[in-house]
């Protein structure tokens, strides 16, 4: 089967891998669509933590099932996603309900080769029935499952403002969960386009230009001085993630779902007097995927609106690096296979 695998920061290379076997308590998947979200594009940089090389990127994945093991419900053709966070089931993580952070947790697609290929072998306990949403929609049910999954930490509340830091997938996604929340949520970026989608796709209420305005004085407009109560980060960027300790309310919530590798750095009087809770958001948990899907067949969640670039899989080699650039306006890259 062709299967496409980044070798090194920067490189990708296609090959010819046998397809894999049924083996016990897994089953077989036939990929139609992989969606490109920020892990994929840190991978290629070579800045994304917890990876190594060769890998095989994708783990947000719309497929046909085509035969499992202990894999009962699910029938041949069968639309399906599935949960990438492969867990152990042993670990204190596991035994409290949290998979979604197992100690000895493998990502699909970072810590084992994922979905860039025809086929791929899953747990059969991870699949997820496409329950007649399209593939287009299925692939985009993982990167919405982030953003539920970190509304949910946050435990966000009716009437709250939320200040959402980083319009990418990602943040897109944490704004429209906590709008469904009933959230007042605030969009901050230091890309216009980015932040003129938010308002115009996603009825986002309030923007800030994080380079460009004064961030203190836009946010105490927009809460009548009261700063958000609720704070999440989905860039990953260690100066937008230390500065935004200054932009919680007092008693506020501060999630980290964006991912870097250097230090948190918070001034500890300012954190204390606000009596302030810092969270951190990883990956997402069988509840969040359903939520995902159950608000896109309601109508709450249009994935259509998501989908700017859309490639054949021997396309992605050359197509890949450009998605890079924020001049090209990419908010989700689609492959079809």
Request: glycine share 10%; charged share 25%; with cysteine.
């Amino acid at each position: 089967m062709k299967t496409l695998i980044c070798t090194t920061p920067g490189q990708f290379e296609y090959a010819d891998r046998e397809k894999p076997q049924l083996t016990k308590d897994h089953s077989i998947l036939k990929i139609k669509r992989i969606g490109i979200c920020g892990t994929d594009l840190h991978a290629f940089e070579g800045t994304q933590p917890f990876f190594a090389y060769p890998r095989v990127l994708g783990h947000e994945l719309a497929a046909e099932f085509v035969e499992g093991d202990n894999a009962a419900g699910f029938t041949a053709g069968e639309p399906v996603t599935f949960i990438p966070y492969f867990h152990c089931g042993d670990c204190i993580a596991c035994r409290s309900g949290k998979p979604n952070c197992c100690t000895d947790i493998k990502v699909c697609g970072v810590h084992v080769d994922g979905g860039m290929a025809e086929y791929l072998s899953v747990p059969s306990h991870s699949l997820i029935h496409g329950d007649g949403l399209s593939f287009d929609e299925l692939a985009l049910v993982e990167p919405l499952a982030i953003g539920a999954h970190g509304v949910r930490r946050a435990d966000v509340k009716p009437g709250e403002f939320v200040l959402v830091i980083g319009a990418g997938p990602i943040g897109l996604g944490i704004m429209e969960f906590a709008r469904i929340a009933g959230a007042r949520v605030i969009a901050m970026d230091i890309n216009d386009r980015r932040l003129d989608f938010c308002r115009e796709k996603l009825g986002v209420e309030f923007t800030i230009n994080g380079m460009n305005d004064d961030v203190h004085a836009k946010l105490q407009e927009f809460t009548n001085g009261d700063y958000p109560t609720v704070v999440i980060d989905a860039t990953g960027n260690q100066k937008a993630i230390n500065s935004a300790f200054l932009y919680m309310a007092h008693g506020a919530r501060y999630v980290l779902v964006g991912l870097q590798k250097g230090e948190l750095i918070v001034s500890h009087p300012e954190f204390h007097k606000r009596e302030s809770t810092l969270m951190s958001s990883r990956n997402a948990t069988r509840e969040d995927f359903e939520h995902v899907i159950r608000s896109m067949k309601s109508g709450k969640v249009n994935p259509a609106t998501y989908i700017t670039h859309r490639v054949q899989f021997d396309e992605v080699k050359d197509e890949f690096a450009s998605w890079l650039n924020p001049a090209n306006g990419v908010i989700k890259a689609v492959v079809e296979l």
